[in-house]
């Protein structure tokens, strides 16, 4: 059994969550979008990745070895902005080798002799505050850079001019963060966004920290499934490591291995993308987590979002706080689409949780919790078809016409509809209590309210078809389908 806790508001997110039970789904985002910034962002080590692309850019550089494994350490340092540490740290060494030498009485040969002879005994003796910087095999290389600069200090500008000319350095430079911003960067983001992931927990509807965390400080819900009811498997389903450390992921795992610059143009070598690698990179999370026993479905998508299909939900546990007219409402979801219904109690003698089945599923009838959702209902369809007529205009005289506009009318059109569903939930449920009590009722202005509804579906309507197009561009899962608004108007 795998659980999700939700937050179920009084306001729109208690519309998606309500209608993603209705629909059998749950809400899946890219990890771009996540709230913990280090959630699902794949970790990189800035000091890796310049190796990498380093290598990637200096393997079609005709320079001999030495030089490589010079540019190699400089150029990396320099591109962290770390350039004069490096400086500090070559100066430091050439005391140190100054002092080793006499006291192993090896002062009439060169720094460079001295470390092919002596180097192990060499680097062994020298602080970390060096070692950090420089391998023992490079200590051959950076000994006769040393050896070739006559001055105590040591400049930038030196060091540069003794391996390449300063603008082959700077070229050298700009290539491996022009591979690094056009390629890598954009590649990356590329993938996580097509990427979706939807959160689960393993650890039961009686999580004390779940309920405060994720549902709403136990004024939501938590919904209850059963995964071995899978049909088909929607994607990748992994339990969530927790770690000290957090893994890095390098360019091969992307499947970036190679590069040539011909005719000023980035030529990549791509070679296939190690998913199953990239999957376990989203399953990890800092131990301070582990409260969660979270897993995760990991699905690919056209989108920065979707609704993943899932299996019958067993059962939904209501929150301690929650908000009376969202427990009515989920107690007709439940009725409608016949879901164990369960509500939280507390122990008087201890900290423990407890749950009890909800065997009236009739909610009592309160004509001013209705008469409240409306009102926010209505204020937010206005708000939804305001924004959907003004951009839809500009979009059918062709001005700013671009993706995002586009998803903005679908996203808009989707919460008006929504919010249409509801109001009208809530309408029939105000119509059929008031006229038990008064049969003789005039209801003129509750058809006039019906009545407008279905005028603003009617413009949606219009608006959709005018761009209808446009929209085919839209990913099949974003999609605003006409059969939603005929079920919605037929209701």
């Given amino acids: 059994m795998f659980y999700q806790y939700r937050p179920c508001r009084l306001d729109e997110f208690t519309i998606y969550d309500i209608d993603n039970i209705l629909h059998d789904v749950v809400y899946a985002q890219t990890p771009l979008n996540m709230n913990d910034p280090f959630d699902s962002q794949i970790g990189f080590s800035a000091g890796k990745l310049f190796d990498e692309l380093i290598d990637i850019v200096l393997n079609v550089q005709k320079l001999d070895e030495n030089t490589k494994i010079a540019i190699r350490l400089l150029v990396k340092y320099d591109l962290m902005d770390q350039f004069s540490d490096v400086i500090t740290a070559l100066m430091e060494l050439k005391k140190q080798l100054t002092f080793l030498q006499r006291s192993m009485h090896q002062t009439n040969i060169s720094y460079a002799t001295f470390i092919s002879k002596f180097g192990k005994q060499i680097y062994q003796r020298l602080p970390k505050t060096i070692k950090r910087y420089f391998t023992e095999r490079s200590l051959v290389t950076f000994g006769l850079l040393i050896d070739g600069i006559a001055q105590t200090e040591i400049t930038e500008e030196q060091i540069k001019n003794l391996l390449v000319s300063r603008e082959q350095f700077e070229l050298i430079k700009h290539e491996i963060i022009e591979l690094r911003d056009k390629v890598y960067i954009p590649k990356f983001k590329e993938f996580l966004s097509k990427v979706n992931i939807s959160c689960f927990s393993a650890s039961g509807w009686d999580n004390s920290l779940m309920w405060s965390h994720y549902a709403n400080s136990y004024h939501g819900i938590c919904i209850e499934y059963d995964f071995t009811q899978f049909d088909e498997f929607p994607g990748f389903i992994r339990s969530i490591q927790y770690l000290e450390q957090r893994p890095t992921i390098s360019l091969k795992d992307f499947g970036i291995s190679a590069y040539l610059k011909t005719d000023k143009k980035i030529d990549i070598k791509h070679t296939e993308i190690d998913i199953n690698k990239i999957v376990d990179y989203l399953c990890v999370k800092s131990p301070k987590w582990d409260y969660e026993k979270e897993w995760r479905i990991i699905c690919s998508s056209d989108t920065t979002a979707s609704f993943i299909k899932m299996p019958r939900i067993k059962s939904i546990t209501l929150g301690l706080k929650m908000d009376p007219l969202c427990r009515k409402l989920l107690l007709d979801v439940c009725k409608i689409k016949d879901i164990d219904c369960y509500e939280l109690t507390i122990g008087y003698d201890n900290f423990k949780i407890d749950r009890q089945r909800v065997e009236n599923m009739q909610a009592d009838f309160n004509i001013d919790l209705e008469t409240e959702y409306v009102e926010l209902l209505g204020a937010n369809i206005d708000k939804s078809v305001e924004r959907i007529t003004e951009i839809a205009t500009e979009l059918s005289e062709g001005k700013n016409l671009n993706y995002q506009s586009l998803l ?77 608004l005929e079920i919605l108007k037929s209701n």
């Fill in 408 to 484: 903005i009318v679908n996203q808009g059109a989707i919460d008006a509809i929504s919010n249409m569903y509801f109001m009208k939930i809530c309408i029939n449920n105000v119509v059929k209590n008031v006229l038990e009590q008064d049969s003789s009722l005039d209801i003129t202005k509750i058809k006039t309210i019906v009545a407008n509804l279905n005028s603003s579906i009617n413009e949606i309507q219009e608006h959709y078809n005018a761009l209808k197009p446009t929209m085919e561009s839209i990913p099949q899962n974003i999609r605003l389908h006409n059969e939603k």
